[in-house]
Nanobody, 121 residues
Framework: QIQLVESGGGLVQPGESLKLSCTASGMIFVIDAMAWYRQAPGKQRELVARIGNGGSTTYGDSVKGRFTISRDQDKNAVYLQMNSLEPEDSAAYYC???????????????WGQGTQVTVSS
């Protein structure tokens, strides 16, 4: 079984920073792309940032220049550094990864359980 577990969410004031972490565990053979998505109440889930296993990155337009995604392949981890946070960034943030299992040799897409980020004064 493969799991993604996020941490680092919380309540911050506008302009402050927060760093999210996500670690994959289980019968992992290889992790391809890893990403962060977010979903605010009443809105569709949207891509925040994505990083390939070669390090290439993609960002949503609303976070470009403020958020940075990175990964540690040795730790099977992905991070999201969020700076200059705005109330509009408030949402549940979800980790996502494409992982090939050592048990089944299948490549599937996995989601974490989500971590809440609230930006409010």
């Amino acid at each position: 079984q493969i799991q993604l577990v996020e941490s680092g969410g919380g309540l911050v004031q506008p302009g402050e920073s927060l760093k999210l972490s996500c670690t994959a565990s289980g019968m992992i053979f290889v992790i391809d792309a890893m990403a962060w998505y977010r979903q605010a109440p009443g809105k569709q889930r949207e891509l925040v940032a994505r990083i390939g296993n070669g390090g290439s990155t993609t960002y949503g337009d609303s976070v470009k220049g403020r958020f940075t995604i990175s990964r540690d392949q040795d730790k099977n981890a992905v991070y999201l550094q969020m700076n200059s946070l705005e109330p509009e960034d408030s949402a549940a943030y979800y980790c996502n990864a494409d992982i090939q299992s050592r048990l089944t040799w299948r490549r599937d897409n996995y989601w974490g359980q989500g971590t809440q980020v609230t930006v409010s004064s």
